[in-house]
């Protein structure tokens, strides 16, 4: 099934992602990927399980996340996490 959520506030985030070019990730959602790759980088997050992560991943809906590589999204995403981290310390 089609991931439902609204991912409207990170669409240029997603277009700057590499395309994922028939990758394991390829129709898993990368916009859930990012989300999910935020909030653990915003933990500081060590124990990290992409595999598992990627299982439970909906598949992805139209827009710039479509066909984006979900590594790449939840590095981005991690890091942008563990930035926002500090930036509100
Ligand atoms: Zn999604």
Request: hydrophobic share 10%; glycine share 24%; with cysteine.
């Given at each position: 099934m089609a991931c439902q959520k609204d991912h409207s506030a990170i669409q240029r985030i997603m277009s700057d992602l590499p395309t994922d070019?028939?990758?394991?990730?390829?129709?898993?959602?990368a916009a859930c990927a990012y989300e999910k790759g935020f909030a653990e980088g915003r933990e500081l997050?060590?124990?990290?399980d992409l595999s598992s992560l990627f299982y439970s991943l909906e598949d992805s809906q139209a827009g710039a996340q479509r066909h984006k590589s979900p590594h790449a999204a939840y590095a981005k995403g991690y890091l942008d996490g563990v930035q926002s981290y500090y930036e509100d310390r």
């Open positions: 070019q028939g990758g394991r990730g390829r129709h898993k959602c997050e060590e124990n990290i």
